[in-house]
């Protein structure tokens, strides 16, 4: 491993990688990784018929209140997901693993999904979303 002011970044070959799997991510944060860590890589599908916003929190999920204004500075990143293309076949994100974290989270990482583009969203999707995303964290 590489060492960037005391964190971890994996090299060659994804080492210390952790695979983080949510089935049902709606409104409520929903912690990651919970002390200091960074995304390298996501995937997230959307089953409803409308698109939705994943909201990634470089904090714990019981620092962040999804749409509030306490929220907004640990606010890091909105990916947009797609809609459905048509029954069973969900609206898909990937980013794929890089050597370059994409959200690096002093104290954890959290996500949220909500049907707005906006910092104070806060509506969940009528059904929930699956994620999965490689994190690594100070501990791994």
Same mark, same amino acid.
């Given at each position: 491993?590489?060492?960037?002011?005391?964190?971890?970044?994996?090299?060659?070959?994804?080492?210390?990688?952790?695979?983080?799997?949510?089935?049902?991510?709606?409104?409520?944060?929903?912690?990651?990784?919970?002390?200091?860590?960074?995304?390298?890589?996501?995937?997230?599908?959307?089953?409803n018929t409308?698109?939705?916003?994943?909201? #990634?929190?470089?904090?714990?999920?019981?620092?962040?209140?999804?749409?509030?204004?306490?929220?907004?500075?640990?606010?890091?990143?909105?990916?947009?997901?797609?809609?459905? #293309?048509?029954?069973?076949?969900?609206?898909?994100?990937?980013?794929?693993?890089?050597?370059?974290?994409?959200?690096?989270?002093?104290?954890?990482?959290?996500?949220?999904?909500?049907?707005?583009?906006?910092?104070t969203g806060?509506?969940?999707?009528?059904?929930?979303?699956?994620?999965?995303?490689?994190?690594?964290?100070?501990?791994?």
């Open positions: 491993m590489n060492d960037l002011a005391g964190f971890p970044l994996p090299t060659g070959g994804n080492p210390g990688l952790i695979p983080y799997r949510n089935v049902a991510v709606t409104n409520a944060a929903a912690a990651v990784l919970n002390g200091q860590g960074a995304v390298y890589g996501y995937t997230f599908r959307n089953p409308t698109a939705v916003f994943v909201n #990634i929190y470089a904090a714990p999920s019981s620092r962040v209140t999804v749409g509030s204004a306490a929220a907004q500075p640990v606010l890091v990143k909105r990916v947009y997901v797609p809609a459905a #293309i048509s029954a069973g076949i969900p609206g898909e994100k990937i980013i794929s693993v890089g050597s370059f974290p994409i959200v690096y989270g002093p104290a954890g990482i959290s996500i949220a999904a909500i049907t707005t583009d906006s910092d806060s509506t969940a999707p009528s059904s929930a979303i699956y994620a999965e995303m490689d994190v690594v964290g100070m501990n791994n």
